[in-house]
C-alpha cells in the first residue's frame, strides 16, 4: 500500500507541473495609482530577457495598464521598468475595422475578461467595437501578431510613435514599414533611437501618415522632428 500510495503523489505532482506557465499572472501587482501602489507592475508579454516587452494598453499614462478597465487602446512595444521612470523607445499598435479613428482618445475599443487570455508567452483579446480578433506572442527581439479583421469591411493597423522625433518608410509592394522614434521620458542619449520594422504577410493596399489632426495619404515616407 506504501508503494501505491507514493505512485499516486508522485503522478499527481508531475501532472500539476505540466506547464509551468499556467502559474503565471502577468497582471499580479498592476491595479495601482499615483497614491496607493499594489506592486506598480505591467502585464508584459515577453521572453525572459527580451530587448522589447509587450503589453496591452488601456490608458495613456505610466501605468498604462488597469485590470480593472474594460476599454482597450492597443498593443504597447514598451521598455519602462517603472512607472516613477517612464517609458523609453515605445510605440502602439492599434487593429481596426470600418470607420477610421486616428486620435488616441477616440479608438479605444471595448474588450471583456471573458474573452482575454494574458499569460507571459501570448495574449488574445477580442476588440468588440472593431469585432476582431488580437493575438500577440513574443520573440527574443520582436513578436507575431494575429489580427482577424470581419470580412467586408476597411480593415487598417494604426502604429502611433507618440511624441519625439520620429520616421517612417512605407513600401506598399513589400508590405513593410520601417524607421525608427526617439520617444523617451529622459534619461537617454542625445542621438538615442529605437528601430522597427513591420512586416504583413496580407497584401496592402494603402497607407498614410498623421500627426494631430492632419492626415497624409497616400505618402510613402516622413519625419516628423517632434
Excluded at 503565471?24 to 496607493?36: E, I, L, R
Excluded at 502585464?43 to 488597469?66: C, G, I, K, N
Aim: hydrophobic fraction near 35%; charged fraction near 20%.
Amino acid at each position: 500500500m506504501a508503494a501505491a500510495f507514493y505512485w499516486i503523489i508522485y503522478m499527481s505532482k508531475k501532472q500539476k507541473l505540466r506547464n509551468l506557465l499556467d502559474y503565471v499572472n502577468p497582471a499580479q501587482g498592476s491595479n495601482s495609482v499615483h497614491t496607493f501602489s499594489q506592486g506598480n507592475t505591467l502585464p508584459l508579454v515577453a521572453r525572459p530577457f527580451a530587448m522589447t516587452h509587450w503589453a496591452p494598453q488601456t490608458e495613456d499614462s505610466p501605468r498604462f495598464y488597469q485590470p480593472t478597465a474594460r476599454q482597450l487602446q492597443g498593443i504597447r512595444a514598451t521598455h519602462q521598468p517603472s512607472p516613477w521612470i517612464g517609458d523609453y523607445g515605445h510605440f502602439l499598435l492599434c487593429p481596426q475595422s470600418g470607420r477610421r479613428f486616428l486620435q488616441g482618445a477616440q479608438r479605444s475599443s471595448v474588450f471583456r475578461a471573458e474573452d482575454t487570455t494574458l499569460g507571459p508567452h501570448y495574449f488574445r483579446t477580442f476588440l468588440g467595437r472593431y469585432r476582431t480578433s488580437v493575438e500577440i506572442t513574443p520573440t527574443e527581439r520582436c513578436a507575431l501578431m494575429r489580427l482577424n479583421f470581419p470580412e467586408g469591411e476597411p480593415a487598417r493597423l494604426i502604429i502611433d510613435l507618440f511624441d519625439g522625433q520620429c520616421e517612417f518608410v512605407f513600401d506598399e509592394a513589400q508590405g513593410t514599414l520601417s524607421g525608427f522614434t526617439r520617444a523617451n521620458s529622459g534619461g537617454v542619449p542625445d542621438n538615442y533611437a529605437l528601430y522597427f520594422y513591420i512586416e504583413a504577410d496580407s497584401p496592402v493596399k494603402d497607407g498614410g501618415f498623421f500627426k494631430g489632426g492632419e492626415v497624409w495619404e497616400g505618402e510613402t515616407r516622413r519625419i516628423c522632428a517632434t
